[in-house]
T-cell receptor
């Protein structure tokens, strides 16, 4: 099975940078995903890492270390609209996608 | 933009009634998931299909829940009989191996 840990809450100031860490223990690995979910809405796909290293997409970047079972999502130049829950998810060899509990990020002016 | 379509958007039903939720995955996507989300439990995987074949439904209470994919354009999740503890938002997601999965808007179920 999968065991996925991420912090419950984080607070940051508009314009700042926030890093959300995710650690996982898995019986098989076939990719790590980050999703954003605003209150009352569906999760939306942000990034996907299957190899070690950093993937950059505009203000958002995601890093993966498979040997350490570790990933982070980096949000730069924070905007008020970035206040949301950020979900780390791991896909196993069986293509099952399991989610962490999510990190609620609050951006303050 | 292609999207995953779920119906109904909201459903209020009485305890003991049957509930059927439907999902139309994005055309060409071969993997379909059903998740349930509550404040307490977060996103729980109920069942998933690959090329319409059920791969794992161990997250579902088998005595009352059933998931099917009668064809490539339709996935269904049925609860019979429904109970108040089933109240949650149910999401369908679809995708391809090697890419991200797209979620539908969800069905908000309230069982009274």
């Amino acid at each position: 099975g999968q065991n996925i840990d991420q912090p419950t809450e984080m607070t940051a100031t508009e314009g700042a940078i926030v890093q959300i860490n995710c650690t996982y223990q898995t019986s098989g690995f076939n990719g790590l995903f980050w999703y954003q979910q605003h209150a009352g809405e569906a999760p939306t796909f942000l990034s996907y890492n299957v190899l070690d290293g950093l993937e950059e997409k505009g203000r958002f970047s995601s890093f993966l270390s498979r040997s350490k079972g570790y990933s982070y999502l980096l949000l730069k130049e924070l905007q008020m609209k970035d206040s949301a829950s950020y979900l780390c998810a791991v896909r196993g060899d069986d293509y099952k996608l399991s989610f962490g509990a999510g990190t609620t990020v609050t951006v303050r002016a | 933009d292609a999207r995953v379509t779920q119906t109904p958007r909201d459903k209020v039903t009485e305890m003991g009634q049957e509930v059927t939720m439907r999902c139309q995955p994005i055309l060409g996507h071969n993997t379909v998931f059903w998740y349930r989300q509550t404040m307490m439990q977060g996103l729980e995987l109920l069942a998933y299909f690959r090329n319409r074949a059920p791969l794992d439904d161990s997250g579902m209470p088998k005595d009352r829940f059933s998931a099917e994919m009668p064809d490539a354009t339709l996935a269904t999740l049925k609860i019979q009989p429904s109970e108040p503890r089933d109240s949650a938002v149910y999401f369908c997601a679809s995708g391809l191996a090697g890419s991200g999965y797209t979620f539908g808007s969800g069905t908000r179920l309230t069982v009274v």
